[in-house]
């Protein structure tokens, strides 16, 4: 028995639902100030395993320094609010829901372009409390 390539063993439909990765902070860290695209290669970032966020940080911001891989974004979490990584990447939904509601210093720093895009990097700006603002606002 022979194994075949996924796209060639089974048709993909067009994505219906493109998302945007969003970085998400501790209030005051200096990522929250500081994020310009040569900037935000020098932090340590921190995502689970398998996610479009981990992809997004070694191939679009490419970091000085390897991300830390975790198995759960809850584990990715508690590295954030042990400060054991300045940030993680994630797509804007659960960002947004991160900021707001699970992680009780946390904001949304940033969104990046959609994958088609060619800006280099967070054209948008959003807090927890407008989701789709384009200016920033203290928290």
């Known amino acids: 028995m022979s194994v075949l390539p996924r796209a060639t063993a089974v048709t993909f439909s067009d ?4 998302v945007q990765q969003a970085i998400v ?16 290669k020098t932090y340590v970032y921190g995502d689970q395993v398998g996610t479009t966020g981990l992809s997004f940080i070694s191939t679009k911001i490419q970091p000085t320094a390897p991300p830390k ?4 974004l809850s584990e990715v979490s ?12 994630t797509d804007t939904p659960t960002a ?14 940033a ?16 807090t927890h409390s ?5 200016k920033r606002s203290p928290r």
Request: hydrophobic residues 45%.
């Open 15 to 18: 994505s219906y639902y493109d």
């Open 25 to 40: 902070a501790l209030k005051g860290s200096p990522i929250v100030a500081n994020h310009t695209p040569a900037s935000l």
């Open 69 to 72: 891989v975790f198995d759960t």
């Open 78 to 89: 508690a590295a954030l609010e042990a400060h054991r990584v300045a940030a993680l990447i």
């Open 96 to 109: 947004q829901y991160m900021a707001s509601f699970q992680l009780k210093h946390a904001v949304l720093v």
């Open 111 to 126: 969104q990046f372009p959609p994958p088609e895009s060619t800006m280099a990097c967070c054209s948008t700006w959003a």
């Open 130 to 134: 407008s989701p789709v603002s384009t």
